[in-house]
C-alpha cells in the first residue's frame, strides 16, 4: 500500500443549474461563530462504495456514473448555491472597517475531480491503520477557510478504485459544520436518486438567513488591517489512525454500567463512549497522575438556542464543552465518574452560555488559532454518529465505511461516526502521533473488554 498512487485525470468546476435569483447574489454577512473558523482547515469526509459487479450490472460505465454525479451536484447547487460562492473582504479606512463576507457573484463554482488508484477495497478497509493513501482521496490539503478567497468552498473527488468508488467531500469549515455537510451529501444523493433533468425538489431544503445576536450589527468589522496579522498556517502532524467499532450492544452496555455507577439515567450512550475513551487513552498515553486531563466536545448550537435553530440551518453554528479531571481522579473513579462531569459539561452549555460567548466574542473579536489547542493531555472530540452518513448512497447501494482526511487532526484527536449496521453502534477513529501509544491503546484491558461486546 506504500506504493499505492492516485493520478488526477480530470477537473472541473460545477455552477448551479439554474441562475442566482437577485436575492441569492446579494453578500451574505458572517456570523461570529463563523469568522471564528478563519484558520480552521477544510474539513474533509467520504464515502467508500463498492462498484456494481459485472455480474449484476454490464452496463456500468465510470464516464456515465460521472456525468450523473456532475449533473445532480448542479441541481443540488440550485438550493445549496452557498457552495458555489467565494469569500470576499471588503476594507475601508475611515472610519475603519475590515468585512468578510460570502460573494456568489464571483465564483467559478465547486470543483470537481475525477481520480484512480490502483487499490482495491480491502487495500484500504483491511489494514490496521489506515494507509497513508485515504489522504489523497481528497482535495484541498493544507487549505484553511481563510483560503477560500482563493479557492472553491467546496470540492468533490470522485477516486475510482479497482472494485470500488471514493466520493470524498472537502468543505469550507467557515460555512459548514459537520451537520450541514451531511445535510447537502444527503440532497445530493437524492436528487441524484431522482434522475430529474430541471428544478427538482428536495425533503429538507437549507435555511442560509444568519442567525443574528439580537441589539447587534449583522455585519461584523474585524480588528486587522491586513489577514497576516491573524493567520496561522500549521503543518499536519505524522499521524497514526485507526478505527475501532463499538457495537449497539457494547455501547448499551457502557451506557447501563456508566448510569448504574452514578445512580442515574441521564448520561447518553455517546457521553458513555466517549469517557471511556478518555480514560483509556488517558492511560495509553501513561501521563502522571497529578497531571490534567480533558475531554473535549464539539457541539452543535441549533437546539440550544432558545428560540432553537432549524436542524436545516446551513453553517458552522458550534461551540465546545469541556470535562476537566486529573488523572488520578479519572482513573480512580470510575466509568460513570467520567461520563457524569460530561453530561454536566453538555447539560450547563445551553442558549445563555451560547449568547454570552458570542457577545464576548463581538465586543472583541479575535480568530481562533489551533496552535492553541496543541496539548498532549487532552483529547478532543469531533463530529457525531448522529448524523446521517450511510443514508447517502449515490446509485451504488450502501456504503461500506466512512473515511477521512487529514486535516484538523492531532494528537488524541477522535472523530465519531455511526456504525455501518445502525442500530446505535458506532465507529470511533482515534489519532496519535505515537504508534506505541495506538499499541498501548489496542491493548488497553477496560478498551478491549467493550470493544468485544457483540
Not at 484553511?144 to 469550507?172: A, K, R
Request: charged share 20%.
Amino acid at each position: 500500500m506504500s506504493n499505492t498512487s492516485v493520478k488526477r485525470i480530470s477537473e472541473c468546476f460545477i455552477k448551479p443549474l439554474h441562475d442566482l435569483s437577485p436575492e441569492a447574489k446579494q453578500p451574505l454577512h458572517l456570523t461570529p461563530l463563523e469568522l471564528f473558523a478563519l484558520n480552521v482547515n477544510y474539513s474533509q469526509k467520504g464515502l467508500l462504495f463498492a462498484k456494481p459487479p459485472p455480474s449484476e450490472n454490464q452496463d456500468f460505465s465510470i464516464n456515465a456514473y460521472l456525468d450523473d454525479l456532475q449533473r445532480s451536484l448542479s441541481a443540488t447547487l440550485d438550493h445549496f448555491y452557498l457552495l458555489a460562492c467565494r469569500l470576499a473582504t471588503k476594507i475601508e479606512e475611515s472610519p475603519h472597517s475590515y468585512v468578510i463576507y460570502l460573494d456568489c457573484k464571483n465564483s467559478p463554482g465547486v470543483k470537481f475531480i475525477y481520480a484512480t488508484a490502483d487499490a482495491t477495497i480491502s487495500d484500504i478497509l483491511q489494514p490496521g491503520d489506515v494507509p497513508v493513501v485515504v489522504r489523497s482521496f481528497f482535495d484541498l490539503n493544507n487549505a484553511i477557510s481563510y483560503d477560500g478567497h482563493t479557492l472553491p468552498l467546496l470540492s468533490i473527488q470522485v477516486t475510482e478504485l479497482v472494485d470500488g468508488i471514493f466520493i470524498g467531500g472537502s468543505i469550507n469549515h467557515v460555512l459548514a459544520d459537520a451537520a450541514s455537510f451531511w445535510h447537502f451529501m444527503g440532497a445530493w444523493s437524492e436528487i441524484f436518486k431522482s434522475k430529474e433533468e430541471s428544478f427538482v425538489s428536495i425533503s429538507r431544503p437549507p435555511v442560509f438567513k444568519r442567525w443574528v445576536l439580537p441589539g447587534y450589527d449583522p455585519i461584523i468589522s474585524l480588528p486587522y488591517t491586513h489577514h497576516d496579522q491573524f493567520i496561522e498556517r500549521l503543518e499536519a502532524p505524522p499521524l497514526v489512525e485507526r478505527f475501532f467499532h463499538f457495537s449497539s450492544a457494547s455501547v448499551s452496555k457502557l451506557k447501563a454500567k456508566a448510569n448504574s455507577e452514578c445512580n442515574t439515567n441521564k448520561i447518553s450512550s455517546l457521553q458513555a463512549v466517549i469517557a471511556l475513551l478518555w480514560r483509556c487513552v488517558t492511560r495509553a498515553r501513561r501521563l502522571s497522575d497529578d497531571d490534567e486531563t480533558s475531554s473535549n466536545l464539539m457541539v452543535g448550537n441549533r437546539r440550544r438556542m432558545n428560540p432553537p435553530l432549524s436542524n436545516d440551518y446551513f453553517g458552522n453554528p458550534v461551540g465546545m464543552v469541556r470535562g476537566t479531571a486529573t488523572v488520578r481522579e479519572l482513573m480512580t473513579n470510575g466509568l460513570g465518574w467520567a461520563a457524569f462531569r460530561l453530561y454536566e459539561a453538555v447539560i450547563n452549555y445551553n442558549d445563555t452560555t451560547v449568547k454570552e460567548n458570542i457577545e464576548s466574542w463581538i465586543k472583541k473579536p479575535f480568530i481562533f488559532k489551533r496552535s492553541q489547542m496543541i496539548n498532549k493531555n487532552i483529547i478532543l472530540v469531533l463530529s457525531s454518529p448522529r448524523l446521517d452518513m450511510y443514508g447517502c448512497e449515490f446509485g451504488l447501494g450502501k456504503a461500506l465505511a466512512v473515511r477521512s482526511g487529514w486535516m484538523n487532526k492531532d494528537d488524541g484527536t477522535i472523530t465519531m461516526y455511526p456504525g455501518r449496521e445502525g442500530g446505535g453502534s458506532m465507529d470511533v477513529e482515534v489519532c496519535f502521533t505515537s504508534s506505541q501509544t495506538m499499541m498501548d491503546l489496542d491493548s488497553d484491558e477496560e478498551f478491549m473488554d467493550a470493544l468485544k461486546i457483540e
